[in-house]
């Protein structure tokens, strides 16, 4: 490991590791300000954020996944104001301009921005984490139509998102169809990246938990938004289900977020297609 980051050094100058290191302090300042709303419930330490998928509501069957919308609940561990303020600190990020690499998503990326695994295996490529816990593809649809992508010049933008359109009552047509406007926005706001579409992660303990077919059935949808020329597509939530089909506690506890040994499987099997495509 030592000498893969003596490798690195001797490739970029000063100014690069300058940057680099602002990008690190802000990233840690924001993983502290989300600590802020940590709760405590019997002892054990919970983040608000990440404790489970948003609740289904009538607000959320009405919005159609592929047209751009705000959130309009109030969630008891994110507010509508905290949402917009989420939104207003990552278009703030000093990292922006720098970013080669981009995350747009959820939860799951969002706490993926802040854990080990991910700074281990993308900090050389600046990233910029663009996940807000509790986002489903019209809200993504949002943030991208207000300036989430503006300003960007990544070789490359990763996706994931999806599983709240699931959670909240959407089919996983729906859900495919909301994907697949997410990336038709992507592609037109940064026409010389390559884009990096992950298949919903796997939910659910045991393989015939409802959600996770109805995951199954919108991954499968999503095979057709790939694209040669511009848009991969990797199933890496093979790497979170055991040889029976069930998910661990240990790698999902609530079997839906990853846990931090989830995010070390998670990314090794992200990282290695990720430096494929970073180094063409």
């Known amino acids: 490991m030592a000498e893969a980051f003596s490798f690195q050094a001797q490739r970029f100058p000063p100014a690069f590791f300058r940057t680099a290191l602002a990008c690190v302090v802000v990233a840690q300042a924001t993983s502290l300000a989300a600590f802020d709303e940590d709760v405590r419930d019997d002892g054990r330490h919970q983040r608000k954020s990440f404790s489970k998928a948003p609740s289904v509501t009538e607000e959320s069957r009405r919005e159609r996944p592929d047209a751009p919308a705000p959130r309009t609940v109030e969630q008891p561990w994110m507010s509508l104001a905290e949402w917009r303020e989420r939104h207003a600190r990552q278009l703030a990020d000093p990292c922006r301009a720098d970013a080669r690499i981009a995350f747009l998503g959820d939860s799951i990326t969002q706490a993926w921005g802040e854990s080990e695994p991910f700074r281990a295996a993308f900090d050389r490529y600046t990233p910029l984490s663009l996940g807000i816990g509790g986002d489903q593809t019209q809200h993504l649809l949002w943030r991208i139509e207000r300036g989430a992508l503006d300003g960007l010049k990544p070789r490359m933008l990763v996706v994931l998102i999806g599983v709240n359109n699931l959670a909240n009552d959407h089919s996983p047509e729906e859900t495919a169809t909301g994907v697949g406007a997410v990336i038709a926005a992507a592609r037109t706001r940064l026409p010389s990246a390559k884009i990096l579409l992950l ?79 970073m180094s063409q």
């Open 199 to 277: 298949s919903i992660l796997p939910a659910g303990e045991k393989a015939d938990d409802p959600l996770r077919q109805g995951i199954m059935r919108a991954n499968q949808k999503l095979r057709t938004l790939e694209d040669p020329a511009r848009v991969a597509l990797l199933d890496a939530g093979a790497a979170l289900i055991e040889p029976d089909g069930s998910i661990a506690a240990s790698t999902m506890a609530d079997f839906l977020h990853p846990t931090p040994e989830g995010y070390v499987r998670f990314t090794n099997a992200v990282a290695p297609l990720v430096d494929e495509i």
